[in-house]
Nanobody
Framework: QVQVVESGGGLVQAGGSLRLSCAASGSTFSPNVMGWYRQAPEKQRELVAI???????NYGDSVKGRFTISRDNAKNTVYLQMNSLKPEDTAVYYC????????????WGQGTQVTVSS
């Protein structure tokens, strides 16, 4: 059974930085795509950033230029470096790992809280 475990959330002042980590385990098939999504209170879950095993990335418009996603394929781990944080970045951040085809999976982590104070 595939597991996805996030770490690195916390409280930071506006303008500060945080780094989130997420590791996928439990399958012989590595994720094709790993990424971060977030959900603020009373809002829908939205894309933050995704990265493929080949290194292609896609970012949500609200984080472009401030957040950077990276990946260590050997460790099935993805990182999210968040700079110039704003109060509106406050949300629960969820990691997702997907593998397509044989042994396919689409697994979410339990989420990690990021709070940015003004």
């Amino acid at each position: 059974q595939v597991q996805v475990v996030e770490s690195g959330g916390g409280l930071v002042q506006a303008g500060g930085s945080l780094r989130l980590s997420c590791a996928a385990s439990g399958s012989t098939f590595s994720p094709n795509v790993m990424g971060w999504y977030r959900q603020a209170p009373e809002k829908q879950r939205e894309l933050v950033a995704i990265i493929t095993s080949g290194g292609s990335t896609n970012y949500g418009d609200s984080v472009k230029g401030r957040f950077t996603i990276s990946r260590d394929n050997a460790k099935n781990t993805v990182y999210l470096q968040m700079n110039s944080l704003k109060p509106e970045d406050t949300a629960v951040y969820y990691c997702n790992a997907k593998h397509y085809g044989m042994g396919g999976y689409d697994t979410w982590g339990q989420g990690t809280q990021v709070t940015v104070s003004s």
